[in-house]
């Protein structure tokens, strides 16, 4: 059965640091990984995903991730946060066509 | 662009009532899923359809029913409401082929009291 762990529940970090939300899977079957930011009362909006092909994905707002099969793992990386990206950070993973899987997700809080 | 239109946004009922919740999913998208999300929880999957058809199922309790109509808009209803049954309803949708996102609603809050 596929799974997600997100080991942190909460990230705090300064404005202008960099910044990594964990994220493993498993899975016996390849799979699709998503990155979903969700904001205050809003919706669930996708901010990268793997689907095959390079192992790098980028976002368009700075974000990038890294599908490493070895361990499992699809962490989350910017290299310099502001405060707009405070939210909750889902990953979630998905085989084939099928339903998504979510973490638990990670609260990050931009301080100034 | 087209988004996935969900209704109402916000929905108060009391224990034991019912409820139904809306979802006109982006055109020509084929698929739909529902998701729960209660406080501070990830989105659980509810239900799902693929042409009118349930093609998966989560979660869902007897009590919640779902159906895709000939339009492919989705109606989730809830009967015998809880009070553990307010949550974040989420309806997604995408076209079904591999290598394709799911795009989310904006939610319904639904607070039964």
């Known amino acids: 059965a596929q799974s997600v762990t997100q080991l942190d529940s909460q990230v705090p970090v300064f404005e202008e640091a960099p910044v990594e939300l964990r994220c493993n899977y498993s899975s016996s079957v390849s799979v699709y990984l998503f990155w979903y930011v969700q904001y205050p009362n809003q919706g669930l909006q996708l901010l990268l995903k793997y689907l095959s092909g390079s192992t790098l994905v980028e976002s368009i707002n700075g974000f990038e991730a890294e599908f490493n099969k070895s361990q499992t793992s699809f962490h989350l990386r910017k290299p310099s946060v502001h405060i707009s990206d405070t939210a909750e950070y889902f990953c979630a993973v998905s085989y084939s066509t099928d339903k998504l899987i979510f973490g638990t997700g990670t609260r990050l809080q931009v301080f100034p | 662009a087209a988004g996935v239109i969900q209704s109402p946004r916000h929905l108060i009922k009391e224990k034991r009532e019912t409820a139904t919740l809306k979802c006109y999913p982006i055109p020509r998208h084929d698929t739909v899923y529902w998701y729960q999300q209660g406080p501070g929880q990830d989105p659980q999957f509810l239900i799902s359809f693929y042409e009118k058809m349930q093609s998966d199922k989560g979660s869902i309790p007897d009590r919640f029913s779902a159906q895709q109509f000939s339009d492919y808009h989705s109606e989730l209803n809830m009967s015998s409401l809880e009070l553990g049954d307010s949550a974040l309803y989420f309806c997604?949708?995408?076209?079904?082929?591999?290598?394709?996102?799911?795009?989310f609603g904006q939610g319904t809050r639904l607070t039964v009291v």
């Open positions: 997604a949708s995408k076209l079904e082929v591999i290598g394709t996102e799911a795009f």
